[in-house]
């Protein structure tokens, strides 16, 4: 049986990652005191839904 190892690496998108995470938690704060994470959310659940629709469309041969 083969046995392997993996080692752990810091690699420079850890930090990105670490730095894009406190970025967002800041942005999402901010935008939800003003009411506009509710806002983005929809329109994110919106656009998502249409491209749903535009691809069942497209396979049924409607589009």
Do not use: D, H
């Not at 420079?12 to 009411?35: D, E």
Request: proline content about 2%.
């Amino acid at each position: 049986m083969t046995e392997f190892r993996v080692e752990k690496r810091r690699s420079p998108s850890s930090l990105g990652g670490f730095a894009g995470s406190v970025g967002g938690t800041r942005m999402a704060k901010a935008m939800s005191a003003k009411g506009a994470l509710t806002k983005a959310f929809a329109v994110i659940i919106v656009i998502v839904a249409l491209y749903m629709l535009w691809q069942s469309g497209s396979a049924l041969g409607i589009v």
